[in-house]
């Protein structure tokens, strides 16, 4: 009988469950997209790696409200929202993190997954406290090169802490076996934009050059403004210039009432869904420089003039900012000494020096990890397989 059972379990590569799939990957947090786009890139890569494997995202109902189509091929779970709002929310957190580890205790149990990943953040915090306690392998993302205070505690919890930045665990991780530093993954249907197709949609010369601008959801309007100056100075010292301006929705009405100077090609955007052409169509970009961000512009190897968003928790942007322009992939200028002038003079230079812009262009796919998505799947894969045995071995002792 024990025989029977460890053959089995063999060849499903599960500790238990029914159906056809080999393996249950069980996906646990969000909240923002730099969260959530990793997980789901990775997900998508999932398929690949084991096709018979079977991926279920765990999330806040408003997460999952907010990314409904991309979480249409998955099975999904609702959770509470978990978040540290300062030393005072600290009891609530604790027991409302509490409340949730028992409910996830008993998802769990039903559904039987063999890997749990944690999408960074408290919100993850359930799941990967219960996997620690029902002995599932887990892996946990950071995007960040400073982990944030949740990595923090859960890397403590977890067997695998992926990293975008080789040392970019902080000494937290330093020299430990549980820091992969593959990269974040980032969305397979990025790489299949054409600069041509893209043009074309936003009306733009595909043989002039075109920056891309892009706020990030917090923050955004300072960076909005000192664009604008930015590209009336421009305008004044007649340089020609496309622009694609993504403002954030609640601010596109106002940047849609911007006349651009003569030489500015401005054309602002809400939101773009399909983010694959806001890439084709770019020679460089403006951005903050949250972790998802910058993993994706150094797989497409994109140069990059970033503005770290200076309220950050840790100041994990201001960080993430430093390891990019240290490859030379990048411009850093922190908020606080960025007028319009300077920022105008920042664009001409990259404007008219191509070769400044070729040479940033190489350092950034030098330091862009493209295949994350395949690689990490990979290692999500081999954690599960590695649990299957170890189930094995135990099977075997207590029989």
Known sequence: MVQKQINALSKSGRGCGTGEASMLVLFAGGGTGGHLLPALATACAMRDVE????????????????????????RTYTAPELRWLGPGSTPRLAADTATSLVKTLRLFRRLQPD??????????APAIFAARMMHIPNLLFE????????????????????????????????????????????????????RRTACKKYRFDPFRATMLVMGGTQGALALNRILIDALVYLGSEGVRLQVLHITGKRHLKKFNSFTPPDGIDYRPVG??????????????????AGGGTLAELSALGLPAILVP???????????????????????????????????????????????????????????GRPRAARDVAKAIAELAHRGALQRMRNLQFTN
């Open 115 to 124: 890997v749990v990943v944690g999408t960074g953040g408290w919100s993850c």
């Open 51 to 74: 096709p018979k494997a079977s991926c279920v995202f765990l999330a806040s109902r408003r997460t999952l409200e907010s990314f409904r189509e991309s979480f249409a091929p998955y």
């Open 309 to 367: 968003y200076p309220h950050a928790t840790g100041a994990h942007q201001l960080s993430n900012a430093k390891k990019l322009a240290e490859t030379g992939a990048a411009i850093l200028v922190e908020q606080e000494n960025l007028k319009p002038q300077k920022l105008a003079e920042i664009v001409r230079t990259l404007l008219e020096h191509k070769d400044v812009r070729m040479r940033m262009k190489g350092r950034s796919l030098a330091a």
């Open 143 to 194: 995007a960040n090169a400073v982990p944030g205070r949740a990595v923090r505690v859960l890397a403590l919890l977890s067997d695998v802490v992926q990293l975008q930045w080789k040392n970019g665990s902080k000494g937290f991780l330093s020299g430990s076996s549980k820091a992969l530093p593959l990269g974040t993954p980032v969305r397979a249907e990025l790489f299949s934009g054409d």
């Open 271 to 288: 939101f773009e869904k399909e983010m694959r052409d806001a890439y084709a169509a770019a020679d460089f970009v403006l951005c903050r």
